[in-house]
């Protein structure tokens, strides 16, 4: 599998692209001037305590104050307030965690109002970002994380990740991070650390060690509430989650981004700082790697599987429920449960794909087609578990109910991607909206399929606008028109029609009829 990562740094946000040969795979966009980061980290003020809910509301300096429920204080928060409050006491002398007493863990079952007081100061990190009127989550259990590890200030245990099956590999990481971790100071050895040397191991702690004691120099000289530490830029933050040394290219159109991703690869991969790339062409580089019209094809409501099949995507505030159709594969009336297991095979495959694409969290409720033998139930959740193996979310998988609904409890930090595909009308001069244009060929295309396979019509015109005829014609025999013939046959005629409108076509058949072509499909559109 080929992977490259496609990053467009515009002046007011930022937008990256993984794809995976060719194919978008994950898809996250972020305004520059984003009040909140997942990782960042503010010296707070404690604003209110809710007894009832056993939380806090934390005023963290913007106009939505922060919520934290008192299991996400962490066992180590009494040691954590006891140093904020001797480092406000002294901001002259920065102090050393390793040489703290620690305090004892905070009982499990305990109450938010014996452990924090109204105005107290504490330090709180970015856990979910604001989602509809909420604030963000808060979390008291600070965490630095890297390429190889996450640091946790305040602690003193070193794990490893589970998916690191060797004991010896287990044994060595361990041995290397005792010997040169700091004393209070807790380490989680990610899995990308399999196999790392020693010195790369070290050099990322001091790396680590080095951000902590920054957020420590600011919390010294900041006003409350105020920002200690920031997490890493988007671009630089996805490339360390999801860096990989089979990336084919990374490829970014802003110099100074471009910069900072090529120093921190050649931080932590230097054989392959040269896939770093800056793109420097005139056509916009979401475009050159065809990740706009993925962009405009996959993420509307509706969203077309393989074989003609289809599934709608609605979002609530509390969960999102996905829907299964067949599409024109509902008129074979033959095998009728070896057809209703075959597209919901492809609607997991697809699925899977559109909840990494689109970020989403929280529940996720799919209702297949109905499937009647117990085994074809068990094999689509079997299927659904592997196609979401790459899934770097955590996320729970259940079995189908006998009703064909699969639940999906996925993680949520940020808010699903939201990405509005249709265009205005230029016909009727933006009282309505279309389908986006970029896609238009690709509905004709899936339009003929189906004349062909499904309505066996083998001869026949297609009466399109000529602005649109003429895109289909651009390039002679590379033209989109003449890959058609080649696929549908010479029976397929493209003809330009005035009378058309700007997306507006027709097919006429042998006889001189026009052949319906509705699908289930377009009452979703």
Not at 175 to 192: E, H, Y
Not at 200 to 219: K, P, V
Not at 227 to 235: D, F
Request: proline letters at 4%; a neutral charge.
């Amino acid at each position: 599998m080929t992977r490259e990562v496609v990053i467009d740094v515009q002046p007011k946000e930022i937008t990256i692209g993984l794809l995976e040969d060719s194919r978008l795979a994950e898809y996250q966009r972020e305004k520059q001037n984003a009040s909140f980061s997942v990782g960042n980290i503010y010296l707070a003020r404690v604003k209110k305590l809710m007894p009832g809910l056993n939380a806090a509301f934390i005023d963290v300096g913007y106009e939505k104050e922060g919520f934290i429920h008192y299991q996400d204080l962490g066992p180590y928060f009494l040691t954590q307030a006891k140093f904020v409050k001797q480092q406000l006491s002294d901001r002259k002398h920065q102090l050393s965690l390793d040489k703290l007493k620690k305090e004892p863990e905070l009982q499990k079952e305990g109450t938010v109002d014996k452990v924090l007081q109204v105005g107290q100061e504490i330090l709180v990190q970015i856990a979910k970002e604001p989602i509809s009127t909420k604030g963000p989550r808060l979390t008291c259990d600070i965490s630095l994380p890297g390429r190889f590890m996450v640091l946790i200030p305040f602690q003193d245990k070193v794990s490893v990740s589970a998916k690191i099956k060797s004991s010896e590999e287990k044994v060595r990481l361990r041995q290397i991070i005792n010997a040169i971790r700091p004393k209070n100071f807790g380490v989680i050895i990610r899995t990308s650390a399999q196999g790392a040397k020693a010195e790369d191991l070290e050099a990322e702690l001091t790396s680590l060690m080095h951000r902590w004691e920054e957020a420590i120099q600011t919390i010294m000289k900041g006003q409350l509430p105020s920002l200690v530490y920031e997490e890493t830029s988007r671009a630089v933050a996805l490339l360390r989650d999801i860096f990989n040394p089979s990336f084919e290219n990374i490829w970014v159109n802003d110099p100074a981004t471009f910069s900072q991703i090529k120093e921190y690869v050649n931080l932590i991969a230097p054989e392959k700082a040269d896939v770093v790339k800056l793109y420097e062409g005139e056509v916009p580089i979401l475009d050159q790697f065809d990740v706009t019209r993925q962009i405009k094809s996959s993420l509307g409501k509706t969203v077309s599987c393989k074989a003609g099949a289809y599934i709608i995507i609605e979002h609530t505030e509390a969960l999102h429920v996905i829907d299964v159709n067949s599409g024109h594969r509902s008129h074979q009336a033959d095998a009728q449960e070896d057809n209703a297991l075959a597209v919901d095979m492809a609607a997991a495959d697809e699925i899977a794909r559109q909840m990494r694409l689109r970020d989403m969290g929280g529940i996720i409720v799919i209702d297949f087609i109905d499937l009647q033998d117990p085994e074809h139930r068990e094999a689509l959740y079997k299927h659904m578990k592997e196609a979401m193996l790459d899934d770097r979310a955590k996320h729970n998988i259940l079995p189908l109910s006998k009703f064909c609904l699969m639940q999906i409890t996925r993680q949520r930090v940020r808010p699903v991607m939201d990405v509005q595909t249709a265009e205005s009308c230029p016909v009727c001069g933006g009282k309505h909206v279309v389908k986006p244009s970029i896609i238009f060929p690709e509905i004709l295309e899936a339009k003929m399929e189906y004349l062909t396979e499904s309505l066996k019509v083998k001869k026949f015109y297609l009466h399109v606008h000529p602005f649109v005829a003429a895109y289909l014609r651009k390039g002679w025999f590379r033209s989109i028109a003449w890959k058609w013939k080649l696929r549908f046959g010479f029976g397929f005629h493209l003809i330009p029609d005035q009378s058309m409108e700007l997306l507006q076509y027709k097919v006429i058949d042998a006889h001189r009829n026009e052949v319906d072509l509705k699908q289930p499909i377009d009452d979703h559109v």
